[in-house]
């Protein structure tokens, strides 16, 4: 197992391990904990009381959070007819149909998030999905980025909608802004997003849905915290 370097130990030893620290303690400590030479991003990760094996137990939601992500999101729309038009007003990056499918099958893959509208999905599932599934890129009803209010779908992206789903751990791992961002925003986007998570929680799962909830910059140790502080 690979030994932490003198940077990291130190930062560690600024965090109390036999503390679960408020939202805003946590938003205050983990700028303090970043000192990598870029602006990091802070991230919550979250052990789940679920079966993951189970798919009504499965996780997966969309939230708008209030302050964005602190970067720019290059969004992919593949639509037809008025909904290109629709979409490139709406700010999307990268607008088209079965010409871009083909730069994506070509090896293309400068974009942070793909929508679709519901006409195009038969011909983008069955030639990307085999691509763009495993990197979650794949459009998909439930997670918001299939519709036809495109450019609707593209403006929320545009402004800091994330989307998350559980891993085959039954944890959830998200990104919730930069470090640069005041402390109050952070505990503001911490909170939308555990507001998102727990209005996800699936009927099937019993007993403490948040069993573990840690804030933690790229580069900083974790920070254990109340999700309900």
């Known amino acids: 197992m690979p030994k932490h ?26 700028k303090e904990l970043a000192t990598a030479k870029f602006d990091e991003t802070v991230e919550v990760h979250a052990k789940l009381g679920i079966d ?3 798919s009504d137990q499965n996780v997966r939601g969309t939230v708008s959070l209030p302050h964005g992500l602190g970067k720019q999101v290059r969004v992919l729309a593949i639509a037809k007819g008025e909904k290109i038009k629709e979409a490139e007003e709406a700010g999307a990056d990268y607008v088209g149909g079965e010409e871009i499918i083909q730069k994506i ?4 893959m400068d974009f942070d998030a793909v929508v679709a509208t519901p006409d195009v999905m038969g011909a983008v599932g069955s030639k990307l999905g085999r691509i763009l ?3 979650g890129l794949l459009p998909n009803p439930k997670a918001g980025t299939v519709g036809f209010n ?13 989307e998350f789903r559980n891993d085959k751990t039954g944890a959830i791992h998200a ?21 998102a ?3 996800s929680k699936p009927e099937a799962a019993k007993g403490t849905f948040l069993r573990s909830v840690y804030v933690t910059s790229t580069m900083g140790p974790s920070i254990r915290i109340n999700p309900h502080s």
């Open 5 to 30: 370097g003198k940077r990291y130990r130190a930062l560690l030893e600024k965090v109390d391990p036999t503390r679960i620290y408020t939202i805003d303690e946590a938003a205050r400590l983990v």
């Open 52 to 54: 993951p094996r189970k």
């Open 105 to 108: 099958l070509d090896g293309w």
């Open 133 to 135: 599934g495993p990197r």
């Open 150 to 162: 495109i450019g609707e779908i593209i403006k929320e992206i545009k402004a800091g909608r994330i």
């Open 175 to 195: 990104p919730v802004g930069k470090v640069s961002f005041p402390p109050e925003k952070i505990a503001d986007n911490i909170r939308a997003f555990i507001r």
């Open 197 to 199: 998570l727990e209005a």
